[in-house]
């Protein structure tokens, strides 16, 4: 009985070490969000939609142009300070003056997500890829009386391939020249596997 007691010691202070030491490994907390890139010299710094301006503790093996859109994987330190712990680029486009219909492509996407915030149109997408680049854009229809946006999708030829997911985000400030007064109200039109798809949405 002795011997049994101690082996069951000897298994709980093993089992109490192995868990302390798990707990220690416990990942920090982090945040992912879309923001734009701010360059100052060669120092960078991150504008989220709502304004806020975050600075890295330390630059990051990153070299992207001031006004690029990102997917920043961060942990919040004090402040407005924060640790980097991913930047991933993403399609950064702005609403083409001229180009509709004639420019226009209509290959359909799988639609996940479609938002506005700051002054950006954000999109998640999924794709069918291969090995063959897809082409995007935002197209405006002029000849509409109200302002209507199209999504163009163009799969470039590329044969059929494996779901990837795509992200995107429009400037939309050429809009404001529209009225002075916002919200600014408008039609976003994507073409899904199951036909055309209508969002009205608004630039605040």
Known sequence: MKGYKRSFWVFMSVFLFFSCEKGQERMENYLVEFATVIKENSKYHFKLDNGRVLIPDESKQYSGEGG??????YTPLEGDAIKINSVSNIFTGTIQEDGFPQNYSNDPVKIQSVWVSGEWLNLIMEI??????HK?????????????????????????????????SFFLSDLRGETEN???PFRLFINSHSGIRL???ELQ
């Open 136 to 168: 995007i854009a935002l197209l405006r229809d002029y000849s509409s009386r109200s302002t209507d946006l199209y999504f163009s999708h163009s799969s470039n030829n590329d044969p059929p391939g494996y779901p990837k997911k795509m992200y995107a």
């Open 68 to 73: 690029q859109r990102v997917i920043l994987n």
């Open 128 to 133: 069918e890829y291969f090995n063959v680049p």
């Open 199 to 201: 969002f009205e949405l």
């Open 182 to 184: 916002p919200p600014i």
